[in-house]
């Protein structure tokens, strides 16, 4: 646990310990700290559900909630997949200070994973049909530039074409893209964009300026 841990986020670790000893070694709780998104994880339970530990970074969705600001509503119920390609039923519930701002989330994640391989067995019994539900992978790591290089690839991997025939116009686009699911709060995701685009990182820097300019 972290020495500097916020004293209200530190009030709930009883209740992160107390969720995950209920529902057991497949439920891992995770306490963040949603001003360091580099090292978020300040206390976390059941680790081995995503492999992290302390000081792992937020998430890409993590990421996202923070760049956009989603912290009206509370994500409950969503699915993950893990790289290894186990399931978990995610959610994330926010935390605020006594002055009403969010200061970090509490993430508990489930792996369904066997009850997903009997839900199917027994469809197949019953002659039914599997429920269809939207596969949203997660990239859970130790490390800040995994999520970097994850995000990077998947907007990059949408475009359809190598990077040596992007315009202009498509280049703003992938940036747009990538600083919509806050990866610029992460440290030197612009010069590794940049980097990625073939262009400068004052590129880059002129192509938010553009973007932000536009939204505000």
């Given at each position: 646990?972290?020495?500097?841990?916020?004293?209200?986020?530190?009030?709930?670790?009883?209740?992160?310990q107390g969720i995950?000893?209920?529902?057991?070694?497949?439920?891992?709780?995770?306490?963040?700290?949603?001003?360091?998104?580099?090292?978020?994880?300040?206390?976390?339970?059941?680790?081995?559900?995503?492999g992290r530990d302390i000081g792992s970074p937020l998430t890409e969705r993590g990421l996202k909630a923070v760049r956009n600001k989603e912290y009206e509503t509370d994500l409950i119920?969503?699915?993950?997949?893990?790289?290894?390609?186990?399931?978990?039923?995610?959610?994330t519930i926010f935390i605020k200070d006594e002055k009403d701002k969010v200061i970090g989330c509490m993430c508990i994640n489930y792996d369904i994973t066997e009850f997903v391989v009997a839900k199917k067995v027994i469809n197949e019994m019953v002659e039914t049909?599997?429920?269809s539900i939207e596969r949203e992978e997660e990239t859970y790591s130790n490390n800040i530039n995994d999520i970097l290089?994850?995000?990077?690839?998947?907007?990059?991997?949408?475009q359809g074409?190598?990077?040596?025939?992007?315009?202009?116009e498509e280049k703003v686009n992938i940036v747009k893209q990538l600083d919509e699911?806050?990866?610029?709060?992460?440290?030197?995701?612009?010069?590794?964009?940049?980097?990625?685009?073939?262009?400068?990182?004052?590129?880059?820097y002129n192509y938010l300026d553009e973007i932000r300019s536009e939204n505000y």
């Open positions: 646990m972290s020495k500097n841990i916020h004293p209200v986020l530190k009030n709930m670790i009883p209740i992160i995950a000893k209920t529902f057991g070694r497949n439920c891992e709780v995770v306490l963040q700290d949603l001003s360091n998104p580099q090292k978020s994880v300040v206390a976390i339970v059941n680790g081995h559900v995503t119920k969503y699915k993950t997949v893990t790289s290894d390609g186990r399931t978990l039923k995610s959610s049909l599997e429920d290089y994850t995000l990077v690839d998947k907007v990059l991997g949408s074409k190598p990077i040596a025939y992007l315009n202009k699911k806050g990866t610029f709060l992460i440290k030197g995701a612009v010069e590794y964009v940049a980097e990625v685009l073939c262009v400068s990182r004052f590129t880059v």
